[in-house]
């Protein structure tokens, strides 16, 4: 199966950054809050686009196993995603 193109994945990530219950939704305040664009958040974060967007079409977590999950779907550390997702919750 071919890799998805940058215009794909940039419209999943947008997707969700209007949908509270994913991860989008959180890192898409995070870009407006820093003025960065998508390719600035993932370069940021240390991933590469395609992770971004698995990360942005996850659910937000609802405990630390599940922090943990995600962070190793994407490849992050768990405390960093932690940090960069703010405060979760049970949705």
């Not at 794909?8 to 219950?21: F, S």
């Not at 922090?67 to 550390?77: E, N, Q, W």
Request: proline residues 8%; glycine residues 6%.
């Amino acid at each position: 199966m071919p890799d998805p193109s940058p215009g794909v994945l940039r419209a999943a990530i947008e997707e969700t950054a209007t949908r509270p219950d994913f991860c989008g939704f959180q890192l898409a305040a995070l870009r407006r809050r820093h003025n960065v664009s998508i390719e600035e958040q993932a370069a940021s974060l240390g991933l590469e686009l395609e992770r971004l967007a698995k990360l942005a079409l996850c659910r937000v977590p609802a405990n630390q196993a599940e922090i943990d999950l995600i962070a190793g779907y994407v490849g992050m550390d768990p405390e960093r995603l932690a940090e960069v997702l703010g405060p979760w919750k049970a949705m």
